[in-house]
């Protein structure tokens, strides 16, 4: 009893910092970047204003000034809503004919999807790029769209497979009882029925999309570039600006964090669903 | 209209042929069930029928019409599942409504029929919660208002009370007669319980390995089981079988006795035995007898009370009239 006792005063203890350190770690970064986001350019630098500096905004008026942020942020807006809307059209079928008509060749291509995720996005630049500007489509929305489903459509698929395979096969049979066609069994019970995964997948899929740098800074430049663009624009061509750079990141992971701060409760079974059951 | 025709019916998962080439008929608003031990392939039948299952050859009749291939929400037949399949995001009234909306009848028409089911089957309090907020009978009896309002050509009950407890599936049995009996419409249920189906059945439809191995009227199959296998499926506790010289002095290679057609004497009879186990349930006794020479475990089932009790020597004697003979195969002799 004792033994039991003190070794659970310990873990008492010894969890929670753990975990105080383990949370500062993931942190920190996005503290520091905000923190620099107020400092200037050559105080962003200077270690004696690590902490002790005088905040300034001129980063931000500059970013909207200058840099044009709103039409970027629009850009990751239209991009990301319609790329998690075509992924959700197009995955919500496909997770339920794999989840309730299963065949033979299900797993191999459930598999086979995830793969396509395994090559290298390297791999494809020319390619794509090539593709993308010989068809007319270099800068637009409609291919940085495409593209954005096309990359998170295997993990949307898997994810509402998963959710799926949780809904008992005798309600969607009784609804064919009850006459109902394939169309009706996703709108009318299957989507009231997976409700809330389907809204967690979403809000992931928006997330994996909204930060999505690889294709939306090469493939576009102005009309369809987004915050990951902006982001890189002020990454080089005049040294290294801190502050700025940091102002610009912070407004880009800003409207996500507070999307990710009121749809907490939905991301977390979602990202936790099928490991405790 | 309810008849249900099963010509040439097969159906296989892969290698495996779980219904070999089948023929059925299920007359127009009879009570026909399928009994079998779980593996049987009585769910892939009745599913055949529903078309919840596609068939591998052979042609699922309906009202003399080739459904084959016709998708299940097109059959006109309902199915009350085991696990109740509610919505559960729907209420009482819109999951027994839901059938109607789907084939687009008037809200009129609609609140009518679940006003009438509800009232029929109890439900009327109940109308605007969630099956999650019902108990296991209530949401039974939800499922079969749903199948009702449709006003099918026939009811598929797939072990629609397995899990329910002993006391509700006694009341539910007799709700479902019952309802049989006022409706008269085709009813197929699907059962490994055989006092369910001697209970509920015009006709048993017994099945073994997909295989047909009897069908007829409950009494029918008690009196008369056409091989050992039905023998010892009909009928609570299991038929008795003897083999050896025992049988052979009736000219059979394996005879059967039931418990009940079994004579019980402390004194006299034809086989001595000791008392393994007596359970006594007031109304009758069952007394499971050791040692008689015979092979096993002799079971015998007396109306009832007996003052036996574990080690008592007892005698039992067979009532001559009610000795069933088997041949080498199984089958039934006369």
């Known amino acids: ?277 | 209209m309810g008849r249900i025709q099963l010509e040439n019916v097969t159906k296989s998962f892969g290698d495996v042929e779980v219904i070999p080439p089948l023929n059925l008929t299920i007359e127009d608003g009879e009570f026909a069930v399928f009994v079998g031990p779980s593996g049987c392939g009585k769910s892939t039948l009745l599913r055949l029928i529903a078309g919840l299952e596609e068939t591998s050859s052979g042609n699922v009749i309906i009202d003399d019409e080739d459904m084959t291939e016709v998708p299940p929400s097109k059959r006109g037949l309902a199915m009350v599942f085991q696990s109740y399949a509610l919505y559960p995001h729907m209420t009482v009234r819109k999951n027994i409504a839901f059938p109607m909306r789907m084939a687009g009848l008037d809200e009129d028409e609609q609140e009518k029929r679940i006003t009438a089911a509800a009232k029929a089957l109890n439900l009327t309090d109940y109308l605007d919660r969630k099956p999650g907020q019902l108990s296991g009978g209530q949401r039974q009896r939800v499922a079969i208002g749903r199948a009702i309002v449709r006003d099918p050509s026939a009811f598929l009950f797939d072990e629609p009370l397995s899990n329910l407890d002993a006391a509700l599936r006694v009341g539910m049995r007799l709700e479902i007669s019952e309802m049989h009996n006022r409706m008269q419409t085709t009813m197929i249920y699907v059962t490994h319980d055989q006092v369910e189906a001697m209970t509920m059945a015009d006709r048993i439809v017994v099945l073994q390995a997909g295989v047909i191995e009897q069908v007829g009227s409950p009494l029918e199959l008690y009196h008369e089981p056409r091989n050992k296998f039905v023998a010892g499926f009909i009928g609570s506790p299991k038929m008795n079988f003897i083999s050896g010289d025992e049988a052979a002095k009736h000219g059979a290679h394996t005879i059967g006795i039931r418990p009940e057609h079994t004579e019980v004497s402390t004194t006299e009879g034809l086989w001595k035995g000791v008392v393994g186990v007596a359970e006594h349930l007031g109304s009758d006794t069952f007394i499971h007898v050791h040692d008689t020479g015979l092979a096993g475990t002799f079971t015998v089932r007396i109306t009832g009370d007996i003052a036996v009790r574990h080690g008592d020597t007892v005698y039992l004697t067979p009532q001559a009239d009610q000795i069933h003979k088997f041949d080498t195969e199984g089958l039934r002799v006369a």
């Open chain 1, 1 to 277: 009893m004792a033994i039991v006792a003190q070794s659970s005063k310990l873990s008492n203890v010894l969890w929670p910092v753990l975990a105080w350190i383990v949370g500062l770690l993931f942190f920190f970064p996005i503290f520091w970047m905000v923190l620099t986001s107020f400092k200037t350019d050559a105080d962003a630098v200077k270690p004696e204003y690590l902490l002790w500096f005088t905040p300034t905004l001129d980063n931000y008026l500059n970013m909207t000034e200058n840099y044009d942020y709103w039409r970027f942020a629009r850009n990751s807006v239209i991009t990301s809503v319609f790329a998690t809307i075509f992924t959700l059209v197009v995955g919500i079928p496909a997770a339920y004919a794999m989840a309730f008509n299963p065949t033979k060749r299900t797993k191999d291509v459930l598999m086979w999807m995830l793969s396509t995720k395994m090559l290298p996005a390297a791999a494809v630049l020319y390619p794509m790029t090539f593709l993308t500007k010989s068809l007319g489509l270099f800068d637009t929305h409609f291919m940085i769209i495409l593209v954005l489903s096309l990359i998170n459509l295997p993990i949307v698929i898997w994810m509402l497979f998963t959710y799926f395979k949780e809904i008992p096969k005798d309600i969607i049979e009784a609804g064919k009882m009850d006459g109902v066609d394939t169309l009706g069994e996703i709108k009318e019970i299957l989507i009231p029925l997976a409700w809330g995964g389907i809204a967690s997948t979403a809000l992931l899929c928006f997330i994996f999309c909204w930060n999505e740098a690889y294709w939306t800074v090469r493939l576009t430049t102005t009309d369809a570039a987004t915050l990951s663009k902006l982001i890189e624009g002020n990454r080089a061509p005049e040294g290294l600006f801190f502050g700025r750079l940091s102002a610009v990141s912070t407004a880009a992971v800003g409207p996500i964090v507070v999307l990710g701060w009121f749809c907490q409760k939905q991301l977390v079974q979602g990202l936790t669903f099928g490991a405790v059951k």
